[in-house]
């Protein structure tokens, strides 16, 4: 999923800031007078926007970060953008900014075209989190939280491993390079891998989320090397046209796919046996964390800077036991 | 005008003008002819590209298993650039061919959804069928309607078709894949069965092929769709309603792009709607390579059909042979423009003899 929220703010960035520099240079009543730092976590004002309301895994990290705040006593409420775009999102983050909130969790679905807005926010006051995505500007944010991409590969890669036998060929198949996100994934996987001596890795191939090439080209890879036995899927297009090209070459269950996310329709492709292992993310322990490194800042504690959440490899064998199974992401509170 | 004529299949009656230069060189007309078919210099470089893998890869490439998985890929691509092949021909461009698919498949989809879902019956599936061919077809004769009465060129029109249906089937779907789109019936019939071998998948483009090649090279709904990119003024002339013949064209356009549809279901199982973006391009290169003229009046199914196949090829050839992939595209590009100049060159030769 992220690989693409990653690549569609790309387009829109450019026409952004533009609009943005000019809002900001209009409206920059910098007093502040906000409520920053009269300690305990009690009562305080927290906003959550999303990048995309319909998708679970925000739904997810929504559920957690609420519960947690519920419990801490704070004003909490989230929003989320309808679609993956800058344009979607700003008039959300503008109207979050002039409510004043103590805080804001936010994933921003820009590298940089939603840094003035923020910077606006922050300096009015607002302590800013960035969870699951971020921008590039390092003074945005008083804590960073998102998955650790590249652990999430290395999860991958051994969960593979072990159904692979550690033997055969193996290969990665994504989207495209140059995705943040999906490159520490692939650089994670492939570098796990080479502690398998038996498994030899194949080079990445990118399908552009065409689920037709990626059918082709798992077809095409299995003429080549008949022993391939395990394959990594870049997202839900690619692990479809995966799916669809082992089916047409009656090796379906025979070779192994991995993919990323533990959405409701991939948990039930696992279950059918189309996928065998899904890394989830921890979207949870995103919001919940958040949550918890704001309390501390309104308490006059320290902040962690960074936090890189935990990833977890889900099974058919695994899927039952419930510390695994709440993994799953949630399509509603 | 001359020039034209004479690039139609040997089974195509010219409609204008009848080759009237035959036997200038005392050449054989048949030969002469062989000679001046594209599809001709096209096959010839996808004979060499099959032969080149077969030798770099021994073992690998030309085996049952490989040309069943490019036919099988290739299919839908297939099916698509026969309906391209007609537009071309007159002329016109249809940019909306993936939106139309995605319509024409979310259509299909949501009535089996809520008509049993995976599980459903034969009827279902059939319904099915009938609604994602009715979308397309009407989606591509409303396309050809605005082409033929409003002026508007068909880069345009189309262009305008692929945000709408694309917007359409999102504004349906909320812009995530329904699940459940597909009934198992059609997965394991037409997705994943096989007649004696052969994917069904493949049987079924090559029925469509054989079908709309023949209506090209052998009726007079050919005749004038070939007429019409020729000179579409002296069809007119002649009584023919240009108009009507259009939205014809761009309806049997949609119609295959919603067959497209019914096939894309059956052996994805999903509506993918981000996942046709670039189906126009892959198959306008296709149609192109086989020797289609973009300015019209001149092309061929059969020429589609090798058009196809060369991209197919290469690619799955160069992931045999272990070529990295950027590659491949690089590979694509340089074969499309070689082809294309290759038989303006010829073109150029013979327009000046």
Same mark, same amino acid.
């Given at each position: 999923m992220s690989s693409i929220r990653i690549t569609r703010k790309v387009l829109v960035a450019a026409g952004t800031v533009l609009v943005l520099t000019g809002a900001a240079a209009c409206s920059s009543s910098s007093d502040s007078g906000g409520s920053g730092s009269k300690g305990g976590a009690s009562g305080k004002k927290v906003r959550l926007i999303t990048g995309v309301k319909s998708d679970p895994f925000y739904i997810t990290m929504t559920c957690a970060a609420q519960t947690e705040a519920k419990a801490k006593g704070m004003d909490f409420s989230a929003d989320g953008s309808a679609q993956w775009d800058v344009s979607v999102q700003r008039p959300l983050l503008d109207s979050v900014a002039a409510s004043r909130p103590d805080g804001l969790l936010i994933s921003p679905v820009d590298v940089s075209a939603l840094t003035p807005s923020l910077k606006q926010i922050q300096s009015a006051g607002t302590k800013v989190a960035l969870v699951d995505t971020t921008v590039t500007d390092p003074s945005i944010g008083m804590t960073r939280i998102s998955s650790d991409n590249e652990k999430g590969g290395r999860v991958a890669a051994d969960a593979l491993a072990k159904l692979m036998n550690e033997k055969g060929s193996a290969i990665v198949i994504s989207v495209k390079p140059g995705v943040s996100t999906t490159d520490a994934r692939i650089k994670g996987f492939t570098e796990e891998m #080479? #502690?398998?001596?038996n498994i030899k890795m194949l080079p990445t191939l990118y399908d552009n989320d065409l689920p037709a090439t990626a059918a082709s080209q798992i077809q095409s890879t299995l003429a080549a090397h008949p022993d391939l036995g395990g394959v990594f899927a870049g997202n839900t297009n690619t692990g479809t046209g995966i799916a669809t090209g082992l089916k047409q070459a009656g090796k379906q269950g025979t070779v192994k796919v991995a993919a990323f996310d533990a959405e409701p329709d991939e948990v039930a492709s696992l279950k059918a046996g189309t996928l065998q292992v899904l890394v989830a993310q921890d979207p949870a322990a995103i919001g919940k964390e958040a949550v918890d490194q704001l309390a501390a800042a309104f308490e006059g504690k320290s902040v962690q800077k960074s936090i890189g959440t935990n990833m977890v490899a889900i099974t058919k064998a695994n899927m039952d036991q419930p510390e695994i199974s709440k993994y799953f992401y949630k399509a509603g509170c | 005008m001359s020039a034209n004529s004479q690039d139609i299949k040997p089974a195509a009656k010219a409609p204008d003008v009848p080759p009237s230069d035959g036997g200038r060189f005392a050449i054989p007309p048949w030969l002469r002819r062989a000679a001046g078919i594209s599809e001709l210099w096209t096959f010839v470089i996808l004979v060499a590209l099959v032969a080149f893998f077969t030798i770099a890869a021994p073992g690998k490439f030309f085996t049952q298993y490989d040309l069943t998985q490019i036919a099988v890929n290739a299919a839908i691509y297939l099916v698509l650039g026969v309906g391209m092949t007609f537009v071309i021909i007159t002329a016109g461009i249809d940019l909306s061919i993936g939106s139309v698919l995605v319509l024409a498949a979310v259509a299909a989809g949501e009535y089996n959804i809520h008509h049993g879902g995976p599980a459903s019956s034969w009827g279902t599936v059939a319904v099915c069928v009938v609604i994602a061919l009715a979308v397309g077809a009407g989606w591509g004769a409303l396309q050809g309607a605005v082409v033929a009465t409003g002026k508007v060129p068909p880069l345009i029109v189309t262009l305008g078709g692929l945000g709408a249906a694309l917007g359409i089937a999102e504004l349906a779907t909320g812009g995530q894949d329904p699940a459940g789109a597909a009934a198992t019936h059609l997965q394991n019939s037409l997705g994943f069965g096989k007649l004696a071998g052969i994917p069904w998948m493949v049987i079924l483009a090559a029925a469509v092929t054989a079908l709309f090649g023949a209506v090209l090279g052998a009726t007079r709904f050919g005749s004038h769709t070939l007429a019409i990119g020729s000179n579409p003024t002296a069809v007119r002339r002649a009584g023919i309603p240009v108009g009507r013949h259009l939205i014809m064209v761009y309806g049997l356009m949609g119609l295959l792009a919603g067959l497209g549809a019914v096939m894309w279901l059956a052996s994805y199982g999903t509506t993918s709607i981000a996942g046709h973006s670039t189906d126009n391009l892959k198959v306008i290169t296709a149609v192109v390579l086989g020797g289609t003229s973009l300015f019209g009046g001149r092309g061929s199914v059969l020429g589609t059909v090798i058009g196809v196949f060369i991209p197919a090829v290469l690619t799955t050839g160069l992931i045999v042979i272990g070529v990295q992939q950027y590659w491949q595209d690089v590979a694509v590009g340089v074969v499309l423009v070689a082809a294309v100049y290759i038989d303006q060159m010829r073109r150029k030769t013979r327009e000046r003899a």
């Open positions: #080479k #502690k398998y001596p | -």
